[in-house]
């Protein structure tokens, strides 16, 4: 079920605006006069979900496809990042046994905006769809009443302000007390997938089967072979990323296997303990998700653009390792708090003597990422196997290169592990007796 839009405040003129500019585009004369697009209704400003912010909707409604191309221009050449939202009937088609999929118009939208700075969002207006569409962020059905459209709207632009750089908060407070360490618990673990699938599901990247799941939860295949890491503020866990490693075969905490450390593989067969315990009482869905076979040992790997050249990444990569599902609760965005949930991803990849590490981004995300370190490699923007086929940047972090860096990473992980750092806590799960 989708989060319900919170009521606008009342002191909503001193907070600051994400403006988003809403171009229907609706080819049917009848469904036109239905919705009646005015500012009264679309327009204005709206709340922004956890954030101190509101939406400032502008409206554009071109009345052909010639309009609508001159309007994406426009949006094109504008050299400060802007959000845009089309609300369309011509966003999705019928294929193969009437089931439907992204149209010619959807598809060279995203196509169009796929690299630059600009964020996009698609409103599908259909007859009688019921489930969601790659590529296509929210769909509404044609009998649905304005309200209806208004809230798909809303939540598309929320997902739009999340892929965007974080609000500046006017108060550091919020930050007090935040450590950053391994998950401790099973329970610690099942905070950390509810918040991914809080924030992916605002973003839209989730499936309805997962977002109808019972559980509250968002976990997949990889999450049994990765380390999680948690952001706490008290008992809270208010920010995760976990850090997908390649083992070899057999690798077990008693073998003793060569640059892996051992404290590091008990913590991973905990955290995939937890995590099939986790399973156990989610619902189907969820289960089938987490014994899905992965025919490639990081998820990068699966993805579109390295069908054809796997092995020659896999070579130049292995032994490697992930970052990947970093998310931030909406209510401490801007705090940097992902900035130390990624130092310490840095530090347990040298701890566990990784030759690259490797993520992959949404394009207007690749900045954020250089300055931490990691490199951009060769190829285009490829579609990653998630269910809903997102656009991403593969990127890589190259341990045996960047020896600078990975110095820093090396003093880290040594204060880390004396304890030395107030902000974080242990990097492994609790010694049986501790």
């Not at 866990?237 to 997908?244: A, D, E, N, P």
């Not at 054809?308 to 998310?327: F, I």
Request: with cysteine; charged share 25%.
């Amino acid at each position: 079920m989708a989060p319900p839009i919170i009521t606008e405040p009342p002191d909503r003129a001193r907070l600051a605006a994400f403006p988003v500019s809403l171009i229907f585009y609706i080819e049917d004369p009848e469904l036109r006069a239905l919705i009646n697009v005015d500012d009264r209704q679309f327009g204005g400003d709206a709340p922004v979900l956890g954030h101190d912010e509101v939406f400032r909707f502008s409206i554009e409604a071109p009345v052909n496809e010639d309009e609508l191309t001159l309007s994406l221009r426009r949006i094109s050449l504008r050299e400060m990042q802007c959000a845009f939202v089309v609300i369309s009937d011509r966003l999705t088609e019928r294929g193969d046994k009437g089931k439907l999929r992204p149209g010619r118009l959807a598809t060279s939208i995203r196509q169009q905006f796929l690299v630059g700075r600009h964020l996009c969002g698609l409103v599908a207006i259909e007859a009688d769809a019921t489930r969601r569409v790659s590529d296509i962020d929210r769909i509404v059905l044609r009998s649905a009443d304005r309200e209806s459209l208004r809230t798909a709207i809303v939540l598309t632009a929320t997902g739009l302000r999340l892929k965007a750089r974080p609000p500046a908060r006017a108060s550091k407070g919020l930050a007090d007390g935040v450590k950053i360490q391994a998950v401790q618990s099973a329970s610690e673990l099942r905070q950390c997938l509810a918040l991914r699938k809080q924030v992916y599901g605002l973003m839209g990247y989730l499936p309805e089967r997962i977002m109808d799941d019972p559980s509250g939860i968002e976990l997949d295949t990889f999450d049994e072979r990765s380390i999680h890491f948690a952001a706490k503020r008290g008992n809270d866990v208010i920010g995760t990323v976990r850090l997908v490693l390649e083992l070899p075969a057999k690798t077990s905490p008693g073998m003793g296997a060569s640059g892996l450390s051992q404290r590091g593989l008990m913590t991973l067969q905990d955290h995939d303990t937890w995590c099939r315990k986790i399973a156990q009482t989610a619902g189907p869905a969820i289960r089938r998700r987490l014994a899905a076979p992965s025919f490639m040992p990081l998820p990068i790997l699966e993805s579109s653009e390295f069908d054809s050249r796997w092995s020659r990444v896999l070579r130049a990569t292995s032994p490697g390792a992930e970052l990947s599902r970093l998310v931030v609760k909406l209510e401490y965005r801007g705090l940097h708090i992902s900035v130390d949930l990624i130092r310490a991803v840095l530090a347990k990849s040298v701890e566990m003597q990784r030759r690259v590490l490797l993520l992959e981004c949404i394009p207007v995300h690749e900045g954020m990422y250089s300055r931490y370190g990691f490199r951009r490699m060769d190829g285009d923007p490829h579609t990653r196997p998630t269910d809903l086929d997102q656009y991403a940047v593969a990127m890589w972090f190259r341990l045996d290169e960047q020896q600078s860096l990975v110095e820093s990473a090396e003093k880290l992980l040594a204060k880390l592990k004396m304890g030395l750092l107030p902000r974080f806590g242990p990097i492994d799960t609790p010694l049986l007796g501790d």
